[in-house]
């Protein structure tokens, strides 16, 4: 599709600014179907071809999810952009606003439009696999605060019996009970589609993989359509090396972004620790390369790579991961 105009979308809870880039023209919509609607209105009354039209926005979380599915079910494309990254782009500014804010997203999506890519609608079971396995994570994050909690009641001398400890206990069992749940219904959604399924049970053959991280690969690259290879997500969580240097006097080594999705990035590394236990070929690459001096947390960060790229091999060949694959030909 040939992009002829750019729509910079400035979403909130309650309201949506746009503003179109060639007519620099602003609407502010409600978040809504009926809000929705008007916006059709006011792109028809700036003459605008919807099938030569990209709305750009940033990840916003659900506040985007109902406009997401209205501009797939009206043929509109749209993509999301990294919020960092096009505020970067237009260097120094000053002052605030969301109409602003749409209109410098406007101004980014204009200045990549020929690199943009429209996004996909998400199957719908996808859909469902996302919302319980954000809905998991955040009760395993409430689950972590209690017992944090509790521990540091326990070292001030506050009694085991005590109520401020046991209210805290209970709600823990209560947590444990719903985390339960949603890995129960987590897998029905999984075994209702056959190709999530597949990858999810090739995934788990390779040797540091578990549930947790299997369903968070699917999730993260829409079940291995939004990254064309392993080192494109390996950037996207933060394991990639890059260079560092300028001239002469600058030759530092290569290292990590700071810019990545950090919750990937821990269940890598929990993966990566995994496997040197338990993967006799990864086990022995740590111990010699730590033995040649090398840092323990570069070389974890290699064996994180590793499991990448073999997470992407599986799917790629559609077969499981063999181990010492060599001698099993």
Known sequence: MKVQHIIGADLSKKTIDLVCHL???HICIENSVQGFKQMLKWVRQQKIDCSQTMVVMEHTGLYSFCFESFLHCQGICFTKVNA???????????????????ERIAIYGNE????????????EGLKRLQML????LRI????????????????VGILQKDLIIQ??????????TQIKHLAKEIKVVIEQHQTVKQN?????????????????????????????????FACFCGIAPFEYTSGTSIKRKARVSQLADKRMKSLLDLSAKSAIQYDKELREYYL????NGKSKMSTINVVRNKILYRMFAVIKRQTPFLEDYLNAA
């Open 23 to 25: 007519s620099n023209d």
């Open 84 to 102: 960092l990254a096009s505020k970067r782009s237009l260097g120094m500014i000053r002052g605030k606003s969301d109409k602003l804010d749409a």
């Open 112 to 123: 990549k439009k020929d690199r943009l890519r429209a996004d996909k609608p998400l199957d």
């Open 133 to 136: 396995y954000a809905t998991r």
């Open 140 to 155: 395993v994050k409430q689950r972590t605060a209690l017992t944090c909690a509790v521990r540091e009641y326990k070292h």
């Open 167 to 176: 209210a805290q206990i209970k709600m823990i069992k209560v947590c444990d």
């Open 200 to 232: 999810f049970s090739l995934l788990q053959s390779v040797k540091g993989v578990g549930e947790v991280l299997a369903c968070a690969m699917i999730l993260k690259t829409h079940n291995f359509q939004l990254f064309e290879n392993a080192r494109k």
């Open 288 to 291: 010699k390369r730590t033995q």
